[in-house]
């Protein structure tokens, strides 16, 4: 190669270099412990599909969390979503850890009067570490749209998805 084309190659690969990180929106996606829990298995593995989903297509990583679903089953006969968080939050709370990834606990149910697995409430619950996080809400969403919907309802779906997931890593912060 002639040496005026070295210093043209280098320039360029140097260019290219710097941009790579924005092109494409490129970036690095969060990592949350995610676990979902449902009492009806349908339910649970529809709401696992939309997670792995959301997952796969570089929304968040996630992470194996360090809780069971037989360990947080039972918070959903709590009652109150107030009640069914303090549940999660006595369980998920202590086994928080610096510097992993926030746990979240994302209970489903299937919507009453619906004969669709894929029809759910979510109640996304996180450690309870900060006390200013609002409390937690159920959100109502329709899975089959979320996966394979058509625009602009599959982005609603996700974005009602990934406000829950949100929610819940907001209470597990401490700024």
Do not use: H
Not at 61 to 87: H, I, Q, T, W
Not at 107 to 128: K, N
Not at 137 to 155: F, H, K, N, S, Y
């Amino acid at each position: 190669m002639p040496s005026v084309q070295k210093p043209l190659l280098a320039a360029a690969l140097a260019l290219a270099a710097a941009a790579a990180p924005t092109l494409g929106g490129a970036s690095i996606p969060p990592s949350y412990a995610v676990l979902v829990v449902a009492e009806n298995r349908e339910v649970q593995a529809a709401s696992r599909g939309a997670v792995e989903t959301m997952s796969a297509l570089d929304a968040f990583f996630r992470a194996e969390p360090n809780l069971y679903r037989s360990e947080v089953l039972p918070c959903l006969a709590k009652g109150p979503a107030d009640m069914v968080a303090a549940c999660v939050r006595a369980i998920a709370g202590p086994r928080a850890e610096e510097g992993k990834p926030p746990p979240v606990v994302i209970l489903a149910r299937a919507e009453p009067g619906s004969d669709s697995p894929g029809r759910v409430s979510w109640l996304c619950i996180g450690s309870g570490r900060n006390p200013a996080a609002p409390t937690p809400a159920w959100v109502q969403l329709d899975l089959a749209t979320l996966i394979t919907g058509p625009e602009p309802a599959r982005t609603a779906e996700r974005r009602k998805a990934m406000d829950c997931i949100y929610a819940a890593t907001a209470e597990s912060r401490i700024d």
